[in-house]
């Protein structure tokens, strides 16, 4: 099992900047590629950005990509997920995942989320 907690969610003004965190525990942090996903009210939940287990492989989604910046620290075992130039639309809770191996949106653990507003 890997437990992760994310941190840094609230509420913002359009254009301000916020830093999630998600800090892993159980199982060795570096095994496993990186992920994040948000749930707007009334939408399904999607893909926001991953990394792969070294960071050197990063992924976006389209709506985040230029604006969003993931990374990690393996020796900290937490994973960051950088957002600037806010927009209401990105207003969702934020859940951090990992998997074993390969990023794919098939992912093994899940955290309980952060929530996210940006208030225009």
């Known amino acids: 099992q890997v437990q992760l907690v994310e941190s840094g969610g609230g509420l913002v003004q359009v254009g301000d900047s916020l830093r999630l965190s998600c800090a892993a525990s159980?199982?060795?942090?570096?095994?496993?590629?990186m992920g994040w996903f948000r749930q707007a009210p009334g939408k399904e939940r999607e893909f926001v950005a991953a990394?792969?287990?070294?960071?050197?492989?990063?992924y976006y989604a389209g709506s985040v990509k230029g604006r969003f910046t993931i990374s990690r620290d393996n020796a900290k075992n937490t994973g960051y997920l950088q957002m600037n130039s806010l927009k209401p639309e990105d207003t969702a809770v934020y859940y951090c995942?990992?998997?074993?191996?390969?990023?794919?949106?098939?992912?093994?653990?899940w955290g309980q989320g952060t929530q996210v507003t940006v208030s225009s």
């Open positions: 995942a990992v998997r074993y191996g390969p990023w794919s949106t098939d992912v093994h653990f």
């Open positions: 159980g199982r060795t942090f570096s095994d496993y590629a």
């Open positions: 990394t792969s287990w070294s960071g050197a492989h990063t």
